[in-house]
């Protein structure tokens, strides 16, 4: 479920505005990403990010709650709040994207696709992570196939910054992939 929240913290409005300057610099997107991720890093231990209405979880599945689109759909950045077990599919995203932990811890696992020329696909593990609070990743497509999970015991939150207009798109996934995972 995504709720869009019309809520702005006096944090978040200092981190629009520095991300906008960010995106209309005309630099790449890696390079965006970068900048991005050096912007909301320290944000994330700010106890005043988040309204509580932008803490709450789903019961069923994580929660996406839109904290801003740029009015030209430039960027939007979204709240994923996490329970313990919830977690995505695999899956990449439609444009460049800054991650960061606020609260909890999330465990990344990182895929690539395979082929043996039969035209038969599989994902092979790439490597894994497990993302603290504080801790901050840029993802450029193509290559940033992964799943996350929120393994621990207690709520999870993360913060993403997207290239894209999230309220329009409804998700940053650009694909899902249900090909068999194989041991490297």
């Known amino acids: 479920m995504t709720v869009t929240s019309t809520s702005v913290s006096p944090v978040l409005a200092s981190l629009i505005e520095s991300i906008r300057d960010v995106v209309q610099s005309g630099v790449g997107d890696g390079d965006v990403a970068e900048r991005v991720a050096t912007l909301l890093q320290p944000c ?8 509580e209405a932008q ?6 599945h994580y929660r996406q709650h839109i904290l801003h689109v740029e009015d030209d759909g430039s960027f939007s950045i979204v709240a994923l709040v996490w329970l313990p077990g919830q977690e995505t599919p695999i899956h990449d995203h439609v444009s460049w994207c800054v991650v960061g932990v606020h609260e909890g811890q999330e465990y990344e696992t990182l895929y690539q696709v395979e082929a043996d020329g039969s035209g038969a696909n599989w994902l092979v593990e790439s490597g894994q992570s497990v993302n603290p609070p504080g801790s901050v990743a840029a993802l450029t497509p193509p ?12 709520l999870a939150i993360s913060l993403h910054i997207y290239g894209a ?10 694909r899902r992939y249900d090909f068999p995972v194989r041991a490297n």
């Not at 994330?44 to 309204?51: K, Q, Y």
């Open 44 to 51: 994330l231990d700010r106890d005043s990010f988040l309204t």
């Open 55 to 60: 803490r709450e979880p789903d019961p069923t």
């Open 143 to 154: 290559g940033d196939i992964h799943k996350v999970v929120n393994n621990g015991a207690r």
């Open 165 to 174: 207009d999230i309220g329009k798109l409804g998700s940053s996934i650009r």
